[in-house]
């Protein structure tokens, strides 16, 4: 009896076990197949997601043969995020512990901009109108910090600050102390951001090593992100003037000035703000992207991927030769002190006479762009303004290096021949006024009976005066504007116009043009003031036979990696100049005869004389009003069989025009590969 009562009790557990079982089956299969969670809405629930910009990277800057002047680097910002921090008080405990994280690894991290400081009696305004400012109709319009104020319902107290710090530092739970209110200045500059006051990216730290990266991440502090982005590295010292800066876009800029936000710039995307990375923004700029960023409710990145990838920039190829380009600022550097007692700044331009490429142009003094945001205040402070592009903004009374332009006039109008001569007794009178030739009024001498090769390598002022007198100051300043003086050359960068002397700018000036002036003009004096690029342009004209190219800085456009050219520049004619072959000749016999005239000039271009290589040159000395030392200039080309390069260098202060063609010959030799023994 007992042994079927068992049995019974054992099939009854069984079969109550079995029933546990399958209700236990059935109610899985209920919530998981019938009834299941929505893992999409659970992701929701317990994470966050983002979806953020991912810059694009610059295309690169190159010389002429490919060899990098500018590339990028990937660096780490810190970025901050009060809204995956939490609330006041956790964002108050995670911006103190980053700044204490800070402390430790010897990293300075960025101030948040606050108006408000601490002094010895406490919390004062950092501007005597904290709260309203001036807009454009002169209406006063509140400021950020007003804004900020109102939005979160803290005092605006304009003559108690103290009360609105206290109620700022009330807010997050900060102590009245430095560490509170180091804290309270970023906490400032995140909530601008979070209120929408401000759109643009504030970095809490730029540019930290990986160490600090590390300790950030070990840390897993919410709303704390490292963001990776581009940084410009300039691969050579050189060529500072033309290669630019790069900067994230002004508020203002962005809407108006330069129509950033109608071309589908971010508001504090990177672009180019001067040189050739302003002027080829265009090509460099590269095409952002998307990435939807998923992190858990800690802030712990679960998963980052792209929406749509960025398209980085196109690479743009510069006319620019480096090994030639580090040999004129080596040269500007090593002779403009000895030859103006370090008074003034000088400039060099090279240029290929075939097509109007630049293919070096430096400014004396210069500076280190890599550094050039740190040294900014000193190098805006130098009287010799290092940050002055003297190549294309300097403007310099050409002197005698003019002369060949009243030479083509008096050639091509048939004022003169290539036979005819001049007599030069020293001096000559023009209606009541008495010019002197240089050679007068130096060693009491003349030249004698001159052609207009013999005048340009002796540089007859009689002869010049003569010639200007026949033509007139109209038929100067129309061959002057055909070889490019006067009139904007094209270069992609920023330049002076330079001026033509003439009745047309005296008048501007409020001043009389007598008939001598125009004696004056036609030796490069008067009111003519030109650039060493201006200059360099003519001379290309001249040696070419007379087409005037667009000067241009671009080469080529290529893919990033310059495997492909995708755009390369074709040389643009501003102007021809009619002048015949023969005429053409006897001006540039004048200027190869004016290197064996001038023993400095000899001496100079010795090296590449004796290596086969025929330079042509002319020298000029321009009297500046007011300034005991006149301006040096020179301007060369070679070879003469033919031509590929023309030289202009131009030193303020310099006096003769002879003593600074050391630089020239530095520059030519550089070109031609001929190298200078420690006797030459």
């Keep these: ?30 919530n998981q197949m019938l009834h299941g969670i929505d893992i999409d809405r659970s992701a929701a ?28 680097e990937t660096v780490y910002h810190v ?51 904290p709260f309203d400012a001036v807009g454009e109709d002169g209406a006063a319009v509140p400021t950020r910090f007003a804004r900020l104020c109102e939005s979160m319902e803290w005092p605006a107290d304009a003559e108690n600050p103290r009360r609105t710090a206290a109620a700022m530092l009330d807010y997050f739970g900060l102590a009245d ?75 203002e800029n962005w809407e108006d000035g330069e129509g950033y936000k109608a071309r589908g710039y971010a508001m504090d995307a990177v672009v180019g703000v001067s040189g050739a990375e302003y002027a080829f923004e265009e090509y460099l700029r590269g095409v952002s992207g998307t990435a939807r960023r998923i992190t858990s409710l800690d ?13 980085a920039g196109s690479s743009v190829r510069l006319t620019i030769d480096l090994p030639l380009q580090q040999a004129a ?61 003297r190549a294309f903004l300097g403007t310099y009374a050409p002197g005698s290096t003019y002369k060949m332009v009243t030479a083509t006039a008096a050639l091509d109008t048939g ?52 010639m200007g007198s026949q033509v007139g100051i109209d038929t100067l300043n129309e061959y002057a504007r055909g070889y490019g003086l006067g009139v904007p050359t094209g270069v992609e960068l920023s330049e002076a116009t330079g001026v033509n002397a003439g009745p047309e700018y005296s008048h501007r000036l409020g001043q009389t043009w007598y008939p001598g002036n125009t004696l004056s003009a036609a030796i490069g004096q008067s009111d ?44 643009a004619v501003l102007d021809t100049v009619p002048l015949s072959e023969e005429n053409r000749q006897a001006i540039l016999r004048g200027m190869a005869q004016a290197v064996d005239a001038t023993a400095g000039v000899r001496q100079a271009f010795a090296p590449l004389a004796q290596a086969g290589i025929a330079v042509e040159a002319k020298t000029g000395s321009a009297q500046v009003s007011g300034q005991e030392n006149a301006n040096g200039l020179f301007v060369c080309f070679a070879p003469l069989d033919d031509p590929q390069i023309a030289v202009c260098v131009a030193v303020e202060k310099g006096g003769a025009g002879a003593d600074t063609a050391v630089i020239a010959a530095d520059v030519v030799s550089t070109w031609f590969g001929i190298e200078k023994t420690e006797e030459q």
């Design 79 to 129: 970025v901050l995020d009060l809204d995956a921090m939490g609330e006041p008080e956790r964002q108050r405990e995670t911006v103190e512990l980053l700044i204490d994280l800070c402390r430790r690894e010897e990293l300075e991290h960025n101030t948040g901009g606050l108006p408000i400081r601490w002094g010895e009696n406490g919390a004062e305004y950092t501007t005597d109108h």
């Design 1 to 30: 009896m007992r042994q079927k009562d068992f049995r019974r009790r054992g099939m009854m557990l069984s079969g109550f076990t079995l029933l546990v079982m399958l209700a236990f089956v059935l109610s899985l299969y209920d």
């Design 415 to 466: 004022a003169i021949s290539p036979r005819d001569t001049v007599t030069c007794n020293g001096w000559m009178d023009y209606l009541d006024t008495r010019f002197r030739c240089w050679i007068y009024r130096t060693k009491g001498g003349r030249h004698g009976q001159e052609t207009v090769s013999d005048a340009i390598r002796d540089s007859c002022n009689i002869f010049f005066y003569t």
């Design 45 to 72: 629930v317990n994470t966050i997601t983002t979806v953020e910009p991912v810059e694009a990277a610059r295309g690169l800057l190159t010389d002429r043969n490919g060899t990098p002047l500018v590339r990028n």
């Design 299 to 311: 802030g712990t990145l679960l998963s980052r991927d792209y929406e749509q990838r960025p398209e």
């Design 329 to 389: 600022e080596q040269a500007l550097a090593e002779h403009t002190a000895a030859i103006n007692g370090g008074e003034g700044g000088s400039a060099v331009v090279v240029m290929d006479v075939r097509d109007g490429g630049i293919l070096a142009a430096a400014s004396w003094p210069t500076f280190d762009l890599a550094s050039y945001r740190e040294d900014y205040e000193s190098l805006a402070q130098d009287p010799l303004k290092p940050l002055f592009n």
């Design 528 to 571: 003519n003031q030109f650039t060493p690029l201006q200059i360099c342009g003519y001379l290309s004209t001249l040696v070419n036979g007379g087409t005037r190219y667009q000067a241009h800085l671009m080469q080529a456009v290529t893919t990033y990696d310059g495997a492909e050219v995708l755009e390369t520049f074709r040389p």
């Design 177 to 251: 102390d430095e560490q509170g209110r180091e804290a309270l200045d970023v906490l400032y500059a995140c909530l601008l951001r979070e209120r929408e006051i401000l759109w643009t990216t504030w970095y809490f730290a730029e540019e930290v090593d990986m160490g600090f990266v590390t300790a950030v991440k070990e840390q897993r502090l919410s709303g704390v992100e490292i963001r990776t982005a581009a940084k410009r590295v300039y691969v050579s010292q050189g060529a500072a003037h033309l290669l630019g800066q790069t900067g994230a876009i002004s508020a």
